[in-house]
């Protein structure tokens, strides 16, 4: 239950707080974008099963793979990309952290 908290907490609190600290005039648009990270969690539907409470997303799924996460880190910086490449990083330390977790 707490492992679960803190995942899906990490998943829409830590965006929220980065778009009211950083995005204050337009947190809401920050923020939306940043939670359209998620989205990456379609590849799920390509695992068997589709959930696994016990599989880490990290190095398993296609769009978390080393590749893909190296790519959504340099995102970060171009300011055209950034809110996208935040969302897609905070998706990837907040599996991580579910991880560790394990």
């Known amino acids: 239950m707490l492992q679960s908290s803190i995942h899906y907490g990490s998943h829409f609190l830590l965006p929220l707080i980065i778009a ?23 590849d799920h539907l390509l695992a ?5 409470p016990n599989r ?12 893909f996460i190296l790519f ?5 910086f ?9 969302g897609l990083v905070i998706h990837i330390i907040s599996d991580v952290l579910d991880c560790a977790l394990m």
């Open 72 to 76: 959504y880190f340099f995102l970060c």
């Open 20 to 42: 009211l600290l950083f995005y204050k005039s337009n947190w809401k648009y920050a923020y939306l974008i940043m939670i359209a990270g998620m989205l990456i969690d379609l």
């Open 78 to 86: 171009p300011k055209k990309s950034r809110l996208v490449g935040l």
């Open 56 to 67: 880490c997303s990290i190095g398993f799924h296609p769009l978390h793979s080393s590749f």
């Open 48 to 52: 068997t099963p589709i959930f696994d």
